[in-house]
Structures are given as structure tokens and as C-alpha cells.
């Protein structure tokens, strides 16, 4: 197969060109634009049977207005002092700018503004210190689209442009945060590590091509094969979202690109490698881009098959973002293969002898045993010692395997962003001077067929609030029967009544008092009633399977960070009351369900999703690269051995990360974004056991031949230059994940390099062959008669046929 892709590309080069732009041209004009496709709000992926996504259903029947909307909060603040008389008429300048703004621009979709002016939730606006004041601002917008970005941007330079005209250097802090202000700052910083990543990827490419070839035309092939088809690989991506159930993120595009030019470029070099080589024998262009093809094809074929296969393992997970996400990378890949085995040939055959300028055509060399290579050192060193080479190792990785062995996966929201963001510090400021549970109430909704504005419904109400405001870890409990957070009962009357003349005249104009505070009362109460029941009430028509039905909310403010794990066993709690509660009134006040919404709700589902998936994903891929091995090695011992040698550099790798996340950004030691472990199991496995299978195909090949001390010896000197060239553009193409302004991607960009390096430098040439040969010495080389899988390798610059 691979000899006929090579005569093909050799034979037909223009044609091969033409098709790749043909094809990319088509799906141009016919898939839709990555950003109006890409989705990342988490509640969108979580499997239908997780109590966040039935509240979140039950939600978006009753209070629509709740989920396709969303709100920017601007948080005043002064760390240190009161906010002054002029702080305020600051903040009230702010609201009519806004309300002008909402006026002048339709378009923006912004809804009610509310300040510490509110009549009603006004005192809840303003701190109890003084220090901060909050200005929220209703969005028609959900929080991660791309109205919403702008939306939040124009807001924001209104505020600041009052700032100025107001001038001096004793200004308070404001910051835009609040789900819409979370959002923008995601898609900004999604937006920048995009174009960061790309601009360094490439940068990074073209220096390391141009410094292994010293030839510009030569580097720029792999360079236009890349492009090519990252440019395929995308629209193709973009079309697959039009299949029901596929789903892309924008993390996705980034990851697929980093994949496709640390991937792409590891393939070209083989290619590139072996096509030198063969020139170097004496063969004719075409002929030795023919052969180059046919030998190097089932390497590359092999090699892009273990990270194809454990990233499309990924697709039996539950959660779909990663059940979308892995696929789509690994199918991004197999692109990136294709390109290599048709478009690299085609472009070399075009460019010819030209391609080598100014170096020129490679020529014959000394013969591999001639040669005296730091591999060549290497290898006899660990030939010498194996023992204590492999201790040395094992002692290396050892600590840091044991800390990443603890590491924990932290699921908050704002993970992703850096503590300077704008929505990050509004966050930490509302945490600061208001209760931390106001940033993420749960909210508990009741639905039933009976009425609930009916004394039986009130009283129900009022015994869940008070029952609820008991629980330790429950700040505050908002429901129709208090509203504002208490229950409710009639204001106080005056204590105090001016006296104004004699008694009778005092006692006149006290029963005034009375009446018109009665009468305000009423009036007031009236009101909040009103309001209320159109923020606390909604009723469902009947349809066919089931009758009308009437559905109200409780919002519970915890005293925690709704986003810390110490929200959880609260949570837990109010759902176990729930079940042993709601049986109880069926007889008095008829059947109720109840679910649950809010960002504690979707982060403990979130968690319990993942890590699921994760340890299925995990041991699939496990097996399914164990059996590779087997299939490839065929020795149990040696393929389990494999294994082990890449687990630990996975478990050291974590521990490694979250020791740089504690340094540079300061986070909890012994936690990492969820998305780390995940994505770098399957990736660190699938590459490290990719670079073990060419080393130890080799050796076994090279023990039936020279027994097991040359055997390891030749193996590791002549691929050690080749894997080592592919390991650090692989590491360094993960690198630049860390230029990105989303901290996942630095974290992931981190463990995958360090992972990739630790492989390259540390398993691979010391792990591997010493433990191998530690077994294999005193035995005799393999039978003659045995029948080994014989893995095509790529040779890399200095290996030749022993003569």
C-alpha cells in the first residue's frame, strides 16, 4: 500500500497538489464557521441523567429569562477605606451611562440595570463594610457567546471613559465580572492563546527545519505539508459539527493545531530522513521518493496509530466534551499522516535537487560502524552499567512520581483564567466584602400540580426556607414567603411619635401616623408581593403527557465559595432532605419533585463525570496499547515493562506540574486543572510507547542478530538520533501551549513537554534498554526459526546497512 502511495505522489505530483487544495477549497464552501459551531458551556455536555442537567431543563421551562441570559456585574471597590459621598455619585453617573448606553444601542441586548438605588435589592448591592458596590446588568446574551464578548467590552469602555472625565488618581477599582464578565474573558483569552500558539508553533517549526537542514527550500516543505493540512483538518472539523451529537470547544481548535505541527513535523523528518539516505545510495529522485515512502509509510502508519488510537478511545467517554474532543485531534492526525505520505512527496518531486540549495544533494558517508556518535557513547555506557543506570533512573523519577501520585483535579470554572483577570479579581472582591455563596446560589426547584400561592403552598414554603436557614453551611435562603432573605411580616410602626401640642392633639396626629405607615405598608408589601411572584412563580401548561403544572424556586446562598469542594457535602445534604422531605406533604399537598441548579450542582456532576470517564478512557488505553505492544514485542514481560516505564513518567510528569502551578501561579499544591491528567494520560502514553516501539523493535532485531548486549547497544545508537530530533520538536510544539492566556492550556502545555523530554531523555535511553538488558544478559539470542513482527523503522541520518 505505502509503495503505491509512494509511485503515486512521485508519479502524479501535480496532480497530488492539486487535489489537497481542491479538497480543502471544498470543504471551505461548504462547512460552517468554527466560531459560530464551537460551544463551551459545560452544562451542554453533561450526560441527561446528571440532577444539573434536569435542573437546567426544568430551569429553562420556567425562568427561561435565567438561562439564555446572562449578567456582567461591575464590582466598586476600595480595599482599604469606606467608599466615599463621591464614590457614589460616581457609581450613580455609571448607571446613567449604561441606561444611555442601553438606549443608544439596542443591539447590545442589555436589560434591567440594578444598583445599590434599588428599592428593592439595593441593600444587597452594597457591602456591609462600605467598601464595595455592585452594578449588575442583565444580559439577553448567554455568557459564552460572542454578543456577549462585545456586549461586556462596550459596557466596560463606557465606565471608563466616566472614570476619566471624573480624572484623579484617587479612583476606586472596578472590575467587570459576574457569569457574562467570566465569559468574555474566556473567549478573549481563548482568542489570544490562539493566535500566540500558532505565530510561536510555526516560528518554532521553521527554526528547528532550518537548523537540522540548513536548506530554506527543504525546510518550507514540511512547513506548506503542515498548513496544508491544518487547514483541511479544521473545515473538516467544522463540517463534522453538522453530524447530530458532535460537538466542538474552542480549546479543541488550539489543540489541534499544537498536535498537527509537533505530529506533522516528526512525520516529515522520518520521510526527509529516509529519502536522504536513499540518495545517498545512488537512487534517482524519483525512485528514492518511491522507496522513502514504501519503507518509512508503516513507521509513520504505526506511530500515528498508537495517538489515534488512545485519543479516539476518548470517544466512549460520557462527557462530550471530551467524547468530541479526542476524536476530533485524532482524526486532525490522521490528516496530518496523509499529508505526509502524499502532499511532502509530491512537493519534493517538484522541487527536485533545487529542494537542497544551498547545502546540495546529500552524498555518500562513512559507514555507520565508522562512525563515532554521542549515541554511540551512550549506548556503550549503558551497555556497561545497566544496573546502576537503571537505579539512577528509577531514584530520579521516583519523588516526583510519589507527589503526582496525590495530585487532585480541581473542576472550578475560573480555573482557566489568570488571577490578574479582570473577572478573577471582580470575583475575590465580591468574596471579600459579601457573603462567597452570593457569586453561585443553588437553587432549588419545586414543581408540582397544586398552587403554591395557596396557604397550604405558602406554609410548605415557609417550612422548607426556615429548615434550610438551619443547615450550618447556609448563609441566607430566598423564597416567595422572604423574598429578600427573611421572613416576611409586617414592618414595625413608628416607636417614636412627634408630640405636638396637648395630649389630645398628640394622640390625633399619632393615629395619622399610624394610618399613612399602614397604608405605606400595604402599599410596600404589595409591591414586593408582586415582584416576587413573578420572579419566584411559573406555571407550565398541560400537554400531552403531562397536566399543568406549577413551579417555584428557593435560592440558597452559601456561606463557601460555590466553586470549593467544601460546598459539596452541603449540597449532598439538601438533596437527602429533599428525598426524606417531599414524601411527607404528598397527603396534605400532592406529589412534588425537586432538582437542583447552580455551579456547585454542575461541578460535583462535572467531577463524578470525569473522573468516571477517565479511569474507563485510562484502561482502555492501557489495554489497547498493551495488546500493540505484545502484538509488536512479543514477550509479556517486555510490553508490561513498557508500560510500567511510561506510568511512572505520567505520575512524575503530574507531580512535576503541579510544582511549577504552585510556583508560577500560585495555585493549591497537589491540584491541576481536570483537564490535565486526562489529555496528558493518553497522549504521554500513546508518544512515550510510540518512541519505545521504535527503539525496542530495533533491538529485538538486533539481538536475533548479535546477541543481547550488541543488540541494545546497536538499537539505541542508531535511533537515538532520530527519536531524540522528533522528541524535542514534539516537546517544543506542546511548549508553546504555554504562551496561551488560558491556564489549562499552560498547564497542559507544561506536563506535556516536561512528559515528552522525560521520555526522550530519561525512559527511552536509560529505563528501557538497561532494564531490558539486565534480563535479556546470559540468555541466548532469539532462535533463528522465531518469528518476530518486523516494525518498519525510519533510519535516521547516520544509520546504513552494516555491510
Known amino acids: ?70 449578567r456582567v456585574i461591575f464590582a466598586v471597590e476600595r480595599a482599604n477605606d469606606p467608599l466615599t459621598t463621591q464614590d457614589m455619585e460616581l457609581i450613580d453617573a455609571m448607571v446613567a451611562d449604561l441606561n444611555e448606553l442601553r438606549q443608544a444601542e439596542p443591539d447590545l441586548q442589555i436589560g434591567r440595570i440594578h444598583s445599590h438605588r434599588d428599592p428593592y435589592i439595593g441593600k444587597r448591592l452594597l457591602s456591609h463594610d462600605g467598601k464595595c458596590a455592585l452594578i449588575q446588568v442583565a444580559l439577553g446574551t448567554p455568557y459564552l457567546a460572542l454578543k456577549t464578548r ?46 500566540h500558539t500558532t505565530i510561536a508553533t510555526i516560528i518554532l517549526v521553521v527554526g528547528i527545519l532550518l537548523l537540522v537542514y540548513r536548506a530554506p527550500l527543504l525546510a518550507l516543505v514540511p512547513l506548506i505539508s503542515i498548513a496544508i493540512s491544518v487547514w483541511v483538518a479544521l473545515k473538516l472539523l467544522a463540517l463534522c459539527t453538522l453530524i447530530p451529537g458532535f460537538y466542538l470547544v474552542n480549546v479543541s481548535q488550539i489543540f489541534a493545531i499544537v498536535m498537527l505541527y509537533g505530529a506533522g513535523t516528526d512525520y516529515c523528518l522520518f520521510l526527509i530522513s529516509r529519502y536522504r539516505e536513499e540518495l545517498m545510495e545512488g537512487q534517482t529522485q524519483e525512485r528514492a521518493l518511491s522507496r522513502s515512502v514504501g519503507k518509512v509509510g508503516g513507521a509513520l502508519a504505526a506511530s500515528a496509530g498508537t495517538v489515534i ?45 533545487a529542494v537542497f540549495w544551498p547545502v546540495g544533494t546529500p552524498r555518500r558517508q562513512l559507514p555507520w560502524e565508522a562512525r563515532e556518535t554521542i549515541w554511540c557513547k551512550l549506548s556503550r555506557w549503558v551497555v ?125 396626629l399619632a393615629g395619622l401616623f399610624k394610618k399613612v405607615q399602614r397604608g405605606m405598608s400595604d402599599a410596600v408589601e404589595q409591591q414586593t408581593q408582586k415582584v416576587s411572584r413573578q420572579f419566584y412563580l411559573a406555571d407550565l401548561p398541560a400537554n400531552e403527557q403531562e397536566p399543568a403544572r406549577h413551579v417555584t424556586r428557593l435560592d440558597l446562598v452559601l456561606k463557601t465559595d460555590p466553586f470549593d469542594p467544601a460546598s459539596v457535602p452541603t449540597l449532598d445534604v439538601i438533596q437527602t432532605w429533599l428525598q426524606e422531605e417531599l414524601p411527607r406533604t404528598s397527603a396534605s399537598f400532592g406529589e412534588v419533585r425537586s432538582e437542583c441548579y447552580g455551579v456547585t450542582v454542575s461541578s460535583r456532576d462535572l467531577a463524578q463525570v470525569t473522573e468516571r470517564d477517565r479511569t474507563r478512557i485510562n484502561g482502555l488505553v492501557l489495554t489497547g496499547i498493551f495488546l500493540i505492544l505484545l502484538i509488536l514485542v512479543r514477550r509479556p514481560w517486555l510490553a508490561a515493562y513498557l508500560l510500567v516505564t511510561v506510568l511512572l513518567s505520567y505520575y512524575a510528569t503530574l507531580g512535576a506540574t503541579t510544582l511549577v502551578a504552585t510556583w508560577w501561579h500560585h495555585r493549591p499544591l497537589g491540584e491541576v486543572d481536570w483537564r490535565v491528567p486526562f489529555f496528558l494520560f493518553t497522549i504521554l502514553v500513546a508518544v512515550g510507547e510510540d518512541y519505545n516501539i521504535l527503539l525496542m523493535t530495533r533491538a529485538v ?20 538520533g532520530t527519536i531524540t530530533s522528533c522528541g524535542l520538536i514534539m516537546a517544543g510544539t506542546f511548549a508553546t501551549l504555554m504562551l496561551a492566556g488560558l491556564g489549562t492550556l499552560i498547564q497542559i502545555g507544561f506536563a506535556l513537554a516536561f512528559g515528552v523530554l522525560l521520555d526522550t531523555f530519561l525512559v527511552r535511553p536509560f529505563l528501557v534498554p538497561a532494564f531490558t538488558l539486565m534480563v535479556w544478559r546470559g540468555q541466548e539470542p532469539a532462535p533463528a526459526e522465531e518469528k518476530i513482527y518486523r516494525f518498519p523503522t525510519a533510519p535516521g541520518r547516520h544509520q546504513r546497512r552494516a555491510a
Open 1 to 70: 500500500m505505502f509503495t503505491f502511495l509512494g509511485r503515486l505522489a512521485t508519479g502524479h505530483p501535480w496532480k497530488i497538489c492539486a487535489a489537497w487544495i481542491l479538497f480543502g477549497l471544498s470543504l471551505t464552501l461548504i462547512a460552517p464557521r468554527w466560531e459560530t459551531r464551537a460551544q463551551d458551556d459545560d452544562i451542554r455536555f453533561l450526560p441527561a441523567y446528571c440532577p444539573s442537567v434536569r435542573g437546567y431543563r426544568l430551569l429553562e421551562q420556567a425562568f427561561p429569562q435565567d438561562v439564555y441570559a446572562s
Open 150 to 195: 462585545a456586549t461586556v467590552d462596550r459596557c466596560e469602555e463606557c465606565l471608563q471613559r466616566r472614570m476619566a472625565q471624573v480624572g484623579g488618581a484617587n479612583l476606586p477599582q472596578v472590575h467587570a465580572t459576574g457569569p457574562a464578565g467570566v465569559g468574555r474573558d474566556l473567549l478573549t483569552a481563548s482568542a489570544d492563546s490562539l493566535d
Open 309 to 353: 488510537c488512545g485519543l479516539g478511545l476518548m470517544g466512549l467517554a460520557e462527557f462530550a466534551k471530551v467524547r468530541c474532543g479526542g476524536p476530533a485531534i485524532a482524526l486532525s492526525l490522521a490528516v496530518a499522516l496523509a499529508a505526509s505520505l502524499t502532499l511532502t512527496p509530491a512537493l519534493l518531486r517538484l522541487l527536485g535537487k
Open 384 to 508: 556497561a552499567h545497566p544496573l546502576w543506570i537503571w537505579a539512577t533512573a528509577v531514584l530520579v523519577l521516583l519523588p516526583l512520581a510519589i507527589l503526582g501520585l496525590q495530585v487532585k483535579a480541581n473542576y472550578r470554572a475560573t480555573g482557566e483564567l489568570a488571577p490578574t483577570s479582570s473577572s478573577v479579581e471582580g470575583l475575590h472582591a465580591i468574596q471579600r466584602h459579601f457573603t462567597p455563596g452570593e457569586t453561585g446560589p443553588i437553587t432549588v426547584l419545586l414543581e408540582s400540580t397544586q398552587d403554591w400561592t395557596t396557604p397550604a403552598g405558602q406554609a410548605y414554603l415557609a417550612h422548607l426556607s426556615q429548615g434550610f436557614a438551619r443547615l450550618d453551611n447556609v448563609a441566607e435562603v430566598r423564597s416567595l414567603t422572604q423574598p429578600l432573605g427573611v421572613p416576611e411580616k409586617s414592618p414595625p410602626l413608628l416607636r417614636e411619635q412627634p408630640s405636638l401640642g396637648g395630649p389630645q392633639q398628640g394622640n390625633l
Open 701 to 720: 532485531k538486533e539481538r536475533k542478530r548479535h546477541g543481547a548486549a550488541e543488540g541494545i547497544r546497536r538499537a539505541l545508537a542508531r535511533t537515538g
